[in-house]
């Protein structure tokens, strides 16, 4: 039997969605509250990105030596001081007054404006470039292992409770270079997608998640780039907050997206080509020239050791098998303020010395590149039970002149007449920086360390030490 529809009868068509008119109604003015807002947003973040403080041109005009990549890191590292010392977030706090003032200000100059939509355009543009230089400057330094450098023989040689937790975790992070390559590939990455506007978003997603990990990990391990880590995540989490609403209806809420309708119109060539030039520039300095320079500089060697070459065929630990001082002979003694327990000779021209005199710690624990050896203290910074010497050695090979590298403690200078009987011996005799008489005999010691030795065979294979 079959049913036939008469024609008169109703037929059921298939439903068709429609969009709610206040989702989908395009925005074409602010409320009140939003253009409150923004004023304050848009002179908080311009004054906070852009550099208004003189003397951060007067620093970069004084370290701009040879074009260096220290030098474009340190133009990328810009964040608004008003206070000496460390940074802290008492300078957001300024910012963020001088900013209400401006907007108070603004909103009486400006009440009939119905939106910002191309100031606002304009400020995540400015952000964005300004996030992706930070990340670059630090991605390129990861990428090239060399933000966190291998230990030194005389790290190794240092009691692991002399180290300060922020020492601990860098040696840990420099003792993987693949994972530290790793970390700078993320970041780069996150920059080059901020420089498109279609993909600025996913670049900010992943800004946020690297950039709240390494911001943990400062307040954890007492880093002191937290304030800064925490100034890019607020950066990231500005890009981000431009979709934010869109992406929660369409993933969270399950509901239409109003799209981004918005389109930013140049009328004159000259400021379209300008745009070009500028983005241009920006790739060939932060992604061009200093990733070039950035390799360079690691086929060099870790920036944060001196690059002075030390003694030859003399890098190693030393036992102090003889230490006289004053014409008394001191015996090994674990207590003995004065007498000198190991010498450690590195590659380049620091002698580290292990006794019981009282270290005066180094508490260093922000990025810097400095490009002088007397200013690389990354070796003693955050160290302990060692005492770092830099050493001059006179055009007859014979006369050794050792200044402390920690000038925390003081003018503490030896000069010294060195002898090497054998290979393995090394005699140093004059006087110490009180003036008394000073001879020790230094005995190279064998010593195999985990880290060299695992190197060597390789991760799978058979270590004995």
């Known amino acids: 039997m079959s049913t036939t529809l008469s024609p008169a009868a109703p037929v059921l068509e298939r439903p068709r969605f429609v969009e709610p008119t206040s989702s989908a109604a395009p925005e074409h003015q602010w409320a009140g509250y939003e253009k409150a807002l923004f004023r304050f947003a848009f002179l908080y973040f311009a004054l906070q990105v852009l550099p208004l403080d003189w003397k951060y041109y007067r620093d970069v005009a004084a370290n701009w030596s040879g074009f260096s990549f220290g030098d474009i890191f340190r133009v990328a590292h810009y ?14 706090a300024v910012v963020a007054l001088l900013a209400a003032v401006g907007a108070v200000v603004w909103s009486l100059v400006d009440k009939s404006r119905p939106e910002y939509n191309t100031l606002y355009y304009w400020l995540r543009v400015l952000v964005r470039y300004r996030l992706a230089a930070g990340l670059l400057a630090y991605g390129f330094l990861k990428l090239f ?30 003792i993987v270079p693949s994972y530290q390559s790793f970390l700078g590939l993320v970041e780069i990455l996150s920059a080059v997608l901020l420089l498109n506007r279609r993909t600025a978003s996913i670049g900010a997603f992943l800004s946020i998640s690297f950039l709240g990990n390494v911001f943990l990990s400062n307040l954890a391990y007492e880093g002191g780039e937290y304030v800064y880590s925490f100034y890019l995540l607020a950066l990231a989490l500005v890009v981000l907050w431009y979709d934010a609403r869109r992406v929660n209806d369409l993933l969270t809420l399950e509901r239409p997206a109003v799209p981004n309708r918005f389109q930013l119109v140049l009328p004159e060539g000259w400021q379209r080509s300008g745009r070009q030039v500028l983005k241009a520039g920006f790739v060939l300095l932060f992604v061009g020239l200093y990733g070039v320079k950035t390799y360079a500089a690691y086929q060099r060697g870790p920036y944060h050791y001196p690059q002075t070459p030390g003694l030859p065929d003399a890098a190693g630990l030393y036992n102090v098998r003889e230490f006289r001082l004053a014409g008394q002979v001191r015996p090994y003694s674990a207590t003995d303020p004065e007498r000198w327990q190991d010498v450690v000779l590195e590659e ?11 270290v005066v710690l180094d508490h260093s624990n922000t990025e810097a590149i400095h490009s002088q050896d007397a200013n690389r203290n990354y070796e003693f910074a955050g160290a302990a039970g060692r005492h770092y010497y830099a ?40 006087t110490d920086a009180q003036g008394r008489d000073l001879q020790v005999v230094l005995e190279k010691r064998d010593k195999k360390h985990l880290l060299e030795e695992a190197a060597k065979t390789g991760r799978r294979g058979d270590l004995k030490l």
């Open 79 to 92: 964040s608004p001081r008003f206070f000496d010392g460390p940074d802290t977030f008492l300078n957001w």
């Open 348 to 358: 380049w021209n620091t002698l580290s010395v292990r006794s019981s005199r009282p």
């Open 145 to 174: 292992p060399m933000q966190s450098p291998p230990p030194s023989l005389s790290l190794l040689n240092t009691h692991y409770g002399d180290l300060s937790d922020w020492k601990i975790f860098s040696l840990s992070l420099g």
């Open 391 to 430: 050493y001059q050695l006179s055009s007859d090979g014979q006369t050794l002149t050792l200044q402390n590298r920690n000038p925390g403690e003081g003018a503490d200078k030896l000069t010294l007449r060195l002898t090497r009987p054998d290979a393995r011996t090394i005699t140093l005799s004059g």
